[in-house]
């Protein structure tokens, strides 16, 4: 059985799911899987699958594409955009679209398991290729150690994994040590006095509050981080009120936070919420806002020696100059919580989707930032050929470099 990824690809691409409502998506895996002859176990963490490839004795290699798709309508124009829909955990119906690329990174996955399935006489030992829920957000790894992934499979010796991104097909970027930042995710909840938008000051306007809020934790970076550090602050969501009349009674602010390192996290996140309590008390708040952490997601550190064996690994199977270090990306990712929890050192890399003509007119033209769309885009879309033949291949060359 050969597996047609292209119509794998255009299948999960049609179809996306929002996180841990993975169910379709898991299904074409097991589907897959099952097709393969490889040995699988489906439902961890909810939605996750793990996968087991045994080859005698030798190293424990872990392989891991994330499955989740994101809350955002496609405007890419492809024959193959989603329409789907879904609804999200407060209960709305919203548009979803893989505009962060894991249909490409499942698409990957699963033929680089058919071809090292293909040539067992090749290598030795054992591969686990995890199928993961709910990397957007940032719990979907964790849900699945909790069901014990780590304990009902072989534990690893190293974890991998990789990230379509908006650089050329046939470039790979990675880096030793930090390769993406820290993040939490928080919710505040300012709370104020409702009431007749007539009768204004008889009110503890929510709004107004919530908007000298975002204005002044715009300063942190501008302001009271060292130029020279990374440290990003995000607003990303805002909501307060139903009717233009009708002063409401709080605002609730979603916020991003990303930093590289813990020292760097209780520095910035001190600031915000400093800033979040002031304004709350310059509004004259009865009650103080509530402040929760919806996520807190590590760095992602890749090991060093391994990083420098994988980097040559690259470079020999696809020619010098292919691998890149892009710097630290001020994303951030779940994948890391395997190897912390296993004790195993990380590689983590990113490769190119974007057609290369095209990437270096917009380099020529000065125009990458507004012609090259990034991932979680409602444009954003690698070049199917042959970003999934690369995508196959880096996993090949990955896995094979630590096995036996």
């Not at 299948?11 to 099952?34: C, G, I, K």
């Not at 090292?116 to 199928?131: C, K, P, Q, R």
């Not at 097909?169 to 030793?176: A, H, I, Q, Y």
Request: with cysteine; glycine share 10%.
């Amino acid at each position: 059985m050969s597996i047609d990824l292209e119509a794998l690809y255009i299948d999960l691409h049609r179809h996306p799911e929002l996180s841990f409502q993975e169910t379709r998506t898991a299904a074409v895996v097991t589907r897959v899987l099952e097709q393969l002859g490889i040995e699988f176990e489906e439902g961890i963490g909810k939605t996750g699958v793990a996968a087991v490839l045994r080859n005698g004795e030798g190293p424990v290699v872990w392989l891991r594409a994330d499955m989740d798709g994101l809350p955002v309508e496609e405007r890419t124009g492809l024959g193959y955009a989603s329409t789907a829909r879904g609804t999200d955990p407060a209960g709305q119906d919203v548009p979803i679209m893989h505009a962060c690329g894991h249909d490409m990174h499942v698409t990957a996955l699963l033929g680089a398991l058919e071809r090292l399935h293909a040539t067992t006489d090749e290598w030795s030992g054992t591969i686990v290729a995890v199928f993961q829920p709910a990397e957007e957000y940032g719990s979907g790894s964790q849900a699945m150690i909790a069901d014990g992934v780590l304990d009902r499979f072989p534990r690893p010796d190293i974890v991998l994994g990789q990230h379509v991104t908006p650089l050329p097909v046939g470039v790979v970027g990675v880096r030793s040590g930090t390769q993406m930042a820290a993040s939490d995710g928080l919710t505040v909840t300012l709370l104020g006095r409702g009431g007749h938008g007539s009768r204004p000051h008889s009110t503890i306007d929510p709004v107004v509050m919530a908007a000298a809020t975002v204005m002044r934790l715009q300063t942190i970076v501008s302001r009271e981080v060292d130029p020279r550090d990374v440290a990003v602050v995000t607003v990303g969501s805002i909501h307060a009120g139903l009717k233009n009349n009708i002063i409401p009674a709080e605002a609730r602010l979603e916020l991003s936070l990303r930093y590289p390192d813990d020292q760097a996290r209780d520095r910035v996140m001190a600031k915000v919420e400093r800033i979040i309590r002031a304004e709350a008390d310059a509004s004259g708040a009865e009650a103080p806002p509530v402040i929760s952490i919806q996520h807190t997601l590590p760095p992602t550190i890749n090991d060093a020696d391994a990083t420098a064996r994988l980097t040559a690994a690259f470079e020999r199977a696809f020619g010098e100059g292919t691998v890149m270090d892009p710097g630290m990306f001020t994303g951030s990712e779940d994948v890391s919580w395997f190897a912390r929890d296993s004790g195993a050192p990380l590689v983590f890399w990113f490769f190119g989707g974007v057609d290369p003509e095209a990437y270096a007119a917009a380099v020529a033209a000065d125009t990458v930032e507004k012609d090259i769309p990034t991932n979680h885009s409602p444009f954003y879309a690698p070049v199917m050929h042959p970003t999934i033949e690369r995508g196959v291949a880096n996993l090949v060359v990955a896995a094979r470099e630590f096995l036996g």
